[in-house]
């Protein structure tokens, strides 16, 4: 038996199915529980991740302020009152952190809408 047929036969046996093997729309077999829309247990996750994007902001806000550095010349140079040092690292991780949690608020949203159910018109 070539591998050809053998192929085309497991795809006229996975097309017949039986009443048993409802698929969804996008093809994706049902295994007893609820399948994509209205799972309420995607609110818990939505909850999560807002607790998750707090803790990044914090530790955005956290990261940013240090790396930034006012440095006080002193009398040294006429007419300059300070300077700003910045820290690339830090900065760096202040904005990968706001990214993380700006993908995270918009998770958590797509989660919830799921988690309600689609509209019934």
């Known amino acids: 038996m070539s591998r050809v047929s053998s192929v085309s036969e497991a795809a006229a046996r996975d097309s017949a199915g039986s009443a048993d093997d409802a698929r969804t729309a996008r093809g994706r077999r049902r295994t007893g529980g609820r399948v994509g829309v209205h799972r309420p247990r995607r609110a818990l996750v939505a909850i999560v991740e807002l607790l998750l994007v ?12 240090h790396g930034t550095e006012t440095i006080d010349p002193g009398s040294t140079i006429a007419g300059v ?41």
């Open 54 to 65: 707090a803790l990044a902001i914090w530790a955005a806000v956290a990261a940013w302020s």
């Open 81 to 121: 009152d300070s300077f700003t040092r910045y820290h690339g690292g830090w900065i760096a991780t202040a904005v990968g952190l706001a990214t993380a949690a700006a993908v995270l608020v918009l998770d958590a949203a797509r989660q919830l809408v799921l988690a309600i159910g689609p509209r019934h018109r």
